[in-house]
């Protein structure tokens, strides 16, 4: 508590004091705890440090984006009449469909019963949000179940 007292202290000193103080303070080190006025520790705050930190040193921000253009290339190989636009960042991709289509719906619930799980959006939408962590093979078998289900109708 030593260190929360210092920093309370230096902000005493130094502050305003028309204003109320921010109730966080952001610093380097192995370990980081931040407390509230009451003096609780957030450990929150710590762990969404180290998923920052996984995603960084694992290379899922790049994955993403790798995975994300393959992902989206091969949907648009296998894009049927019914599909209006591929589009998407990264791994978070959106197939809209045309109004022939039947809505999105449909096509979402067939893709669950082959192990896809996917959202319908706006009700016309293909949304896909796969895992960061996911590999060329999963998205092959993922295209496979996708060209059944675009091109069934």
């Not at 319908?120 to 896909?128: A, Q």
Request: proline share 3%; charged share 30%.
């Amino acid at each position: 508590m030593e260190c929360y007292d210092n920093l309370v202290q230096i902000e005493d000193e130094l502050g305003a004091h028309n204003y109320k103080p921010l109730e966080v303070v952001i610093t380097r080190g192995e370990r980081v705890w931040v407390w509230d006025e009451e003096r609780r520790k957030y450990l929150a705050c710590a762990v969404a440090r180290m998923a920052l930190r996984v995603l960084v040193e694992e290379g899922m921000v790049e994955n993403s984006a790798q995975m994300g253009e393959y992902f989206r290339q091969g949907l648009k190989q296998i894009a049927g009449p019914l599909v209006k636009e591929v589009r998407g960042k990264g791994l978070m991709i959106g197939i809209e469909l045309l109004p022939e289509g039947g809505g999105a719906r449909q096509y979402c619930e067939k893709l669950k019963e082959l192990g896809v799980l996917c959202k319908d959006t706006h009700g016309h939408t293909i949304r896909v949000a796969p895992p960061l962590v996911i590999t060329r093979e999963e998205i092959d078998w993922t295209l496979e179940r996708f060209d059944s289900v675009l091109s069934a109708r």
